[in-house]
């Protein structure tokens, strides 16, 4: 079964809007983690959160982490256009991590 | 500190014949992990190894996949036999040895395998 399944499928926004993606996952992890992959690329590691942790900033993104809602959010500020990408979210609970299937952003110029 | 380096960047085979993927973890990086990728969709994990032991292997499928980290060179996917159903992009990344509940993993750039 998927462990971390994002929502929304798909988001277009304006260039400068706030960009909200969700994660919901289905049993205990040890960490979760967002990662950007653009069309045909590899991924980019953007952020890690620890289960301990409730929310974490990294320049313009940041994450939050609900364990008893089993649950996490990436928030991206001041979207810019080469912020286009798929974003999935990543859940660690034996040092594999599980994929959801992934968000399609994409920021209009 | 060069990133992890896999290599073919892509790979075209025929039904039947032989894939072989690598991939050079990250320099300090004793850690590997494989994943496949098929189109639209998310990465699923396949194999878990650490220098000369299979840590989890519960992505493989049971025939026709292999996977090793030898004491020298890199890791090294076999695929044998290919299908269709094999075209894919591998992916691999890699992290340090006793990083606890970080582990963050560092991919590389995948190898997308076609089969004809």
């Known amino acids: 079964s998927q462990q971390g399944e994002e929502d929304p499928q798909a988001l277009s926004i304006q260039e400068g809007e706030n960009a909200t993606m969700n994660c919901s996952y289905k049993?205990?992890?040890?960490?979760l983690q967002w990662y950007r992959q653009n069309s045909g690329r590899g991924l980019v590691h953007l952020i890690l959160?620890?289960?301990?942790?409730r929310e974490k900033h990294s320049g313009r993104l940041r994450v939050t982490l609900d364990t008893s809602k089993k649950s996490s959010s990436l928030l991206i500020t001041a979207s810019r256009a080469a912020d286009t990408a798929s974003y999935f979210c990543?859940?660690?609970?034996?040092?594999?991590?599980?994929f959801g299937k992934g968000i399609t952003l994409s920021v209009r110029p | 500190n060069a990133g992890v380096m896999q290599n073919p960047r892509h790979l075209v085979r025929r039904r039947g014949q032989e894939a072989r993927l690598r991939c050079s973890p990250m320099?300090?990086?004793?850690?590997v992990y494989w994943y496949r990728q098929l189109p639209e969709e998310g990465l699923k994990f396949m194999v878990y190894?650490?220098?000369?032991?299979?840590?989890?292997e519960s992505g493989m499928p049971k025939e026709r996949f292999s996977a090793e980290f030898p004491k020298e060179g890199p890791s090294i996917l076999r695929i044998q036999q290919v299908v269709r159903g094999d075209s894919a992009a591998y992916f691999c990344?890699?992290?340090?040895?006793?990083?606890?509940?970080?582990?963050?993993?560092?991919f590389g750039p995948g190898t997308r395998l076609t089969v004809l």
């Open positions: 990344a890699s992290s340090q040895p006793g990083r606890g509940s970080y582990n963050e993993q560092f």
């Open positions: 190894l650490q220098k000369e032991n299979i840590i989890d």
């Open positions: 990543a859940t660690d609970a034996n040092s594999k991590l599980t």
């Open positions: 049993t205990s992890i040890n960490n």
């Open positions: 959160i620890r289960s301990n942790e």
């Open positions: 320099k300090g990086h004793s850690h």
